[in-house]
């Protein structure tokens, strides 16, 4: 496994006359869990983008497992082992919890361009399916649409379908977003699996979650990083206490 | 009712009625039913592209067009005994012009695909719309295979062992060819290629974020889509033996649709309920006034405010299992 697993030097991007990327450098080595934070609009979910390859930087270099992935599409970098999950839930609303995960191990064991065997008669496809439903706890709920899934069920799932790419990495756009107490527990113990796994980049806003998993933190402000560390370092910031954690100077 | 009960009586209706009037004798209503298997065959086209992938395109009848073009001036060519190209005369067998229309439609649709496919929404539409009107302008412009008169084919094409002017005959090509198509768009829908397909409707971005790259799946279903649609197209010039511009025009992209909304979207069966529907009700109320369209249209305000599953959906009470 190459080390860092995602590196990006020097990215910039604006839009018009707003920097939402400012000459960023920022590394994801291997079995680490690295928090992103900053207020509304510093730029963490652009530079997810851009690391997704929704948006193109202006400048800079993304390298994924040691190759430069600028070039490449969206869905060739999820094929490389990126796995997202989204701030708002994104899932296949009218599937059924089981054939979303389907969809997902289809995806990543060949090609979708088969056109006439029936893709649930697959056992082996499903068991796979099935068995990371069961990982998230979801396995009771396979039946039903994603559409029917309570908002917390709905995180669940998408973890669920990232974990089911098999990935290399994984990038998560605040996961915790709107979980209830409980739900942000849990999710807290499965992030600290699913790093042994693969590492991640993690956007967050509950600084509780994000200080009890985090290996490395870095704080963003207007596209820029004004600050990176270990987690007491990050804490103890000045800069940080101003800009972020609501602390007057 | 299930939905599998109610295509079970459609299939029955559609191959057992035209026999019915084969046998008391009214050719009349036999080409009412090769109308309606003709039709139904474009819409499952459209549906394939539209109700399964989310494609709404306005430009189907582009495809429609080529087929019935493709098989008029082949037979026009074949008739007259004058080469298309030095050393090919045309032909007036099916099994020759079907893969050929279809393989044309395809490599236009492709063409038009690769294009259009780059925007979505309205932008879709629109674009789909302009190459087909674009095609229509040119096939009334073309004064070679009859400009806006079009072009009569003198005598239905043939198939191998069968008198397609026959009435019961034609039909039951038409037929099969329908029943052969709604099988095997049954299956595409099962597939690993459907699953990608109907994900991509819902949620697009979701499937990209998995490893799967829209364009190509989105682009074969066009392609696929638009093959089938130009078979219709075909078979429809050869039902009519006529072919004019009238086939690329918006108002056939338009009814075609139709056929598929009628009956309810993205549900496999639903365009030859539509198309039944839609050629009874010009059949019969046209016969009562000649504004029947304002009914139609009443109907069709109808399904889209209350029965957002179409025909099939109201008659079977079913949701649609994706």
């Not at chain 1, 939402?20 to 900053?38: V, Y």
């Not at chain 1, 990982?135 to 089911?164: D, F, N, T």
């Not at chain 2, 298997?37 to 306005?58: P, Q, R, T």
């Not at chain 2, 079009?150 to 005959?169: A, D, E, V």
Request: one cysteine or more; glycine letters at 10%.
């Amino acid at each position: 496994m190459p080390n860092p697993v995602i590196e990006i030097t020097n990215l910039s991007k604006s839009f018009g006359a707003i920097q939402a990327t400012q000459d960023l450098s920022i590394t994801l080595n291997f079995g680490e869990i690295h928090a992103l934070i900053g207020p509304n609009g510093a730029g963490k979910s652009t530079l997810i983008k851009q690391i997704t390859g929704y948006i193109q930087p202006d400048q800079g270099q993304i390298r994924f497992l040691g190759q430069t992935i600028n070039q490449l599409s969206p869905a060739s970098r999820a094929k490389l082992g990126l796995a997202q999950t989204f701030q708002v839930s994104s899932l296949i609303m009218e599937y059924s919890c089981v054939d979303n995960l389907l969809l997902v191990v289809q995806a990543r064991s060949g090609s979708s361009f088969s056109f006439f065997a029936a893709v649930r008669d697959d056992q082996k496809l499903l068991a796979q399916a099935r068995s990371y439903l069961d990982q998230v706890g979801l396995s009771e709920r396979h039946h039903l649409p994603a559409s029917a899934l309570s908002h917390g069920e709905r995180r669940q799932l998408e973890i669920a379908m990232a974990l089911a790419l098999e990935p290399k990495a994984f990038l998560l756009d605040e996961p915790m977003a709107g979980m209830d107490p409980a739900g942000v527990k849990n999710l807290i113990e499965r992030l600290k699996e699913m790093r042994l796994q693969a590492p991640i980049l993690l956007i967050e806003h509950d600084m509780a979650a994000v200080f009890a998993l985090a290996d490395r933190i870095t704080v963003l402000d207007y596209g820029r990083i004004i600050a990176t560390g270990s987690v007491d370092s990050i804490r103890n910031n000045e800069h940080v206490q101003t800009a972020y954690l609501g602390v007057a100077p | 009712m299930s939905e599998k009960y109610l295509n079970r009586i459609m299939i029955a209706l559609l191959v057992g009625l035209p026999w019915l009037a084969h046998w008391l004798d009214e050719p009349y209503y036999v080409s009412l039913a090769t109308r309606i298997a003709i039709l139904a065959l474009a819409g499952v086209g459209l549906n394939l592209a539209l109700g399964l992938g989310g494609m709404v395109s306005f430009g189907h009848a582009a495809f429609f067009g080529i087929g019935g073009y493709v098989t008029g001036i082949l037979a026009s060519h074949a008739l007259n005994y004058e080469p298309i190209i030095s050393g090919f005369m045309g032909t007036t067998q099916m099994l020759i012009i079907w893969p050929l229309a279809m393989l044309i439609a395809a490599v236009v649709a492709l063409f038009i695909g690769l294009l259009s496919l780059r925007t979505s929404g309205v932008y879709f539409i629109m674009i789909t719309l302009a190459f087909a009107q674009m095609i229509y302008y040119f096939s009334i412009s073309w004064p070679t295979y009859g400009g806006e008169d079009g072009l009569p084919i003198y005598m239905r094409n043939g198939f191998p062992g069968l008198n397609t002017l026959q009435p019961i005959q034609f039909f039951m090509i038409c037929c099969t060819l329908l029943l052969i198509t709604l099988w095997g768009v049954s299956r595409l829908q099962n597939s690993r290629f459907g699953n990608a397909l109907q994900a991509l409707r819902q949620n697009e971005t979701r499937v990209t974020s998995i490893g799967i790259n829209p364009l190509g799946i989105k682009l074969t279903a066009f392609v696929i889509s638009a093959t089938i649609t130009a078979l219709a197209g075909s078979l429809f010039a050869d039902l009519n033996r006529f072919v004019s511009p009238t086939m690329f025009s918006w108002h056939t992209s338009g009814e075609i649709m139709i056929f598929v909304i009628l009956g309810g979207l993205g549900r496999l069966y639903g365009p030859l309920a539509g198309a039944g529907l839609f050629i009874l009700c010009e059949a019969l109320l046209g016969g009562w006034t000649e504004y029947w369209q304002f009914f139609l249209g009443l109907l069709l305000l109808g399904v889209v405010l209350f029965a957002r599953g179409g025909l099939i959906g109201l008659l079977s009470r079913e949701q649609k299992n994706a």
